[in-house]
């Protein structure tokens, strides 16, 4: 079967399956996920517990032979599994569909993975696993989820915050989650009666965001100029190479480019980003970031994307993250950007 966290909780109080697959790339609720496999495995008498990583050199065979070795009286075990990469290969697939066809008597066996792609989902070990286990996929909130899962946070730990502080609070900590749990950890301490007030997330919270050059691109064509400044000050002042941030700017310039011209030459909005190369899943975000926009703002996106890259890379004087912030602005919205932050 397939369960989200929060029905983890409900799934163990009714006993443990002989097989898990926890997939994720949130180190902190993956983690928590796991704190509670093993305190529910050890309340059901899972004493015993291995950990095993899956590395290039990883021998599967040898792995799998170990899990039948029991004596008559080995105590009850839980073997962790980690799979840095996601990708089994074809032993570990076949090992992993072994797995699941015949369970180990007395053995719980987590295995734990990167956020696994569509074409990993459908893989015949994903799915034996499912028949015989749980697979639990962990997605961290997005930024529209955020404040909610802060407040339940805030909420398990006796605390409540106002609605302004809960935004700087999330502004704070938007894309690591570990910097917000040990935040609310320490207000905790600090919040007068529980009370977590704008000035006291102003005096004890330190800025954790962390972003990706793709987070950026998605502000930049959601049309939120704020947000996208922001993390572009964070991705340039966590070191993160101005060339890597102008591939990824312009990648989505072209393709609104792209898809602007053909709807201004008659094309129908679905059929032009099918033509430019938009997957399914972008097609809503491009749609927003491209409509209602003609030729004029097409050809300013372009020069404004030429002009980055020539400062980018040496070609012309400038300033190359101010570049970037005129780059995102007109990507955002458009030829009004100076005016609304003059």
């Known amino acids: 079967m397939k369960l989200n966290p929060q029905q983890l909780e ?21 983690d928590e996920a796991l704190d ?60 992993f569909v072994s797995i699941a066809g015949n369970p180990t008597p007395d053995t719980v066996i987590v295995i734990i993975t990167p956020k696994l792609d569509g074409r990993a989902s459908k893989s ?9 286990g749980v697979w639990l996929p962990i997605y961290a909130p997005d930024p529209a989820e955020l ?32 910097a917000a749990k040990q935040e609310i950890d320490k207000l905790m301490l600090l919040a007068t009666d ?22 950026l691109g998605d502000a930049a064509l959601d049309g939120n100029g704020a947000r996208a400044a922001r993390i572009l000050y964070s991705l340039e002042k966590e070191g993160v190479a101005a060339p890597l941030v102008l591939w990824s700017l312009a990648k989505e310039a072209v393709v609104v480019t792209d898809v602007i011209l053909r709807v201004c030459a008659g ?39 030429s002009r980055a890259d020539r400062i980018v890379k040496g070609a012309l004087r400038g300033q190359p993250w101010n570049a970037l912030l005129e780059l995102t602005m007109t990507l955002a919205g458009g030829d009004d950007w100076r005016a609304e932050i003059a």
């Open 147 to 178: 404040p909610a899962w802060i407040t339940a946070r805030l909420t398990a730990a006796d605390l409540r915050a106002d609605r302004d502080a809960l935004q700087l609070l999330a502004a704070q900590v938007e894309g690591n989650l570990l």
């Open 194 to 215: 529980g009370h977590v007030t704008v000035d006291t997330v102003r005096t004890s919270v330190a800025d954790g965001a962390r972003f990706d050059v793709f987070q």
């Open 267 to 305: 094309q129908s909005a679905g059929k032009a980003m099918a033509e430019a190369g938009v997957w399914k899943n972008r097609q809503s975000i491009i749609h927003r970031a491209t409509q209602g926009r003609d030729a004029k703002f097409a050809r300013g996106l372009i020069t404004s994307a």
């Open 10 to 30: 409900a799934h163990l109080s009714r006993g443990l399956a002989p097989v898990y697959l926890v997939s994720g790339d949130e180190p902190l609720l993956v």
């Open 124 to 132: 015949k070990w994903v799915t034996n696993i499912m028949k015989a």
């Open 36 to 95: 509670r496999l093993r305190a529910a495995a050890v309340k059901h008498g899972y004493t015993e517990r291995e950990s095993h990583t899956a590395e290039r050199s990883f021998d599967w065979s040898e792995f799998e032979s170990g899990l039948q070795n029991i004596s008559l009286f080995a105590e009850r075990r839980i073997i962790e599994l980690r799979l840095p990469t996601g990708k089994p290969g074809i032993e570990g697939s076949r090992c």
